[in-house]
């Protein structure tokens, strides 16, 4: 609801590195990701908005005609290239990006879904936007595809010293343990693992992996759309409020306890 195309977390995972391509004097800003990457589609609308030039390595075929997420993309000035699934998979060596860096000119390079420090620097400002804590146990929720906003959360309140929070992700991916590393290699130099901030993922709402969705999910979707006119989608926020809702029914959250449930966008 900030911003018709840079709305959810993407643009706070994207905030700060465009600031650093600037001050980097790059003309070019290129990043990765599937043919309905919500990612893509915000850095090709930021960078038409403050007129930089961007790519998109795409995984996988770009189809023909494009869709909607790539069309949008294409339309904003975003040169769309595709990578084989084989080669996708070395996006984060060093060969395959010095590669990159030669073939595009030297461009300012975001990983994939913004994962990178700046990244999580930028989602650390959600914090900011959240209602004053009160006595009631507060407990603040969002979908996790690679664990960076999550770390910003638990960085944010750390740095803003805010107590009687906890935070727990639901992942969308069927790699149990993988976003609580990565959370780790984030909050560990900065020693946050030690703070009295509670965190949690929670790895059992994933219905097969990302993207997958099986009938439990399904069932709760429809159901969603008679009672709430809020939109949610399959991949993140869906799994996201049915993940919320079996844990509020299972008592594992606790009655009384404040929830906020951030809405991270999702796929278009």
Same mark, same amino acid.
């Given at each position: 609801?900030?911003?018709?195309?840079?709305?959810?977390? #993407?643009?706070?995972?994207?905030?700060?590195?465009? #600031?650093?391509? @600037?001050?980097?004097? #790059?003309? +070019?800003?290129?990043?990765?990701?599937?043919?309905?990457?919500?990612?893509? /589609?915000?850095? $090709? $609308?930021?960078?038409?908005?403050?007129? !930089?030039?961007? !790519?998109? &390595?795409? /995984?996988?075929?770009?189809?023909?005609?494009?869709?909607? *997420?790539? #069309?949008? $993309?294409?339309?904003?000035?975003?040169?769309? *290239?595709?990578?084989?699934?084989?080669?996708?998979?070395?996006? +984060? @060596?060093?060969?395959?990006?010095?590669?990159?860096?030669?073939?595009?000119?030297?461009p300012y390079i975001i990983p994939e879904g913004g994962n990178n420090w700046l990244g999580v620097a930028?989602?650390?400002?959600? *914090?900011?936007? &959240?209602?004053?804590? +009160?006595?009631?146990?507060?407990?603040? +929720?969002? $979908?996790?595809?690679?664990?960076a906003t999550v770390s910003g959360l638990i960085s944010g309140l750390v740095a803003r010293e805010i107590k009687k929070t906890e935070i727990l992700g639901i992942s969308v991916l069927n790699a149990p343990g993988l976003i609580a590393k990565q959370v780790k290699q984030y909050l560990h130099p900065k020693k946050q693992t030690t703070t009295n901030v509670n965190w949690k993922i929670e790895d059992r709402f994933h219905c097969g992996g990302y993207a997958k969705i099986n009938s439990e999910l399904e069932f709760f979707l429809s159901s969603w759309k008679i009672d709430s006119e809020i939109p949610i989608e399959a991949v993140y926020t869906g799994k996201l409020f049915w993940g919320l809702r079996s844990l509020i029914e299972q008592g594992t959250i606790e009655k009384g306890s404040e929830v906020i449930a951030i809405h991270s966008g999702g796929i278009f």
């Amino acid at each position: 609801m900030m911003h018709p195309d840079l709305g959810g977390n #993407k643009w706070f995972k994207l905030k700060r590195n465009l #600031k650093e391509a @600037t001050k980097q004097q #790059k003309e +070019t800003i290129l990043s990765f990701g599937g043919a309905y990457s919500n990612h893509l /589609r915000s850095l $090709a $609308a930021a960078g038409n908005i403050f007129g !930089i030039n961007t !790519i998109g &390595l795409v /995984r996988g075929e770009i189809p023909n005609p494009l869709n909607p *997420v790539l #069309k949008f $993309a294409h339309d904003n000035g975003m040169g769309l *290239v595709p990578i084989d699934r084989k080669t996708y998979r070395l996006k +984060t @060596t060093q060969e395959f990006l010095a590669h990159i860096k030669d073939r595009y000119k030297d461009p300012y390079i975001i990983p994939e879904g913004g994962n990178n420090w700046l990244g999580v620097a930028g989602a650390a400002e959600i *914090v900011d936007l &959240l209602p004053p804590v +009160t006595q009631i146990k507060r407990i603040i +929720t969002i $979908a996790c595809g690679t664990g960076a906003t999550v770390s910003g959360l638990i960085s944010g309140l750390v740095a803003r010293e805010i107590k009687k929070t906890e935070i727990l992700g639901i992942s969308v991916l069927n790699a149990p343990g993988l976003i609580a590393k990565q959370v780790k290699q984030y909050l560990h130099p900065k020693k946050q693992t030690t703070t009295n901030v509670n965190w949690k993922i929670e790895d059992r709402f994933h219905c097969g992996g990302y993207a997958k969705i099986n009938s439990e999910l399904e069932f709760f979707l429809s159901s969603w759309k008679i009672d709430s006119e809020i939109p949610i989608e399959a991949v993140y926020t869906g799994k996201l409020f049915w993940g919320l809702r079996s844990l509020i029914e299972q008592g594992t959250i606790e009655k009384g306890s404040e929830v906020i449930a951030i809405h991270s966008g999702g796929i278009f």
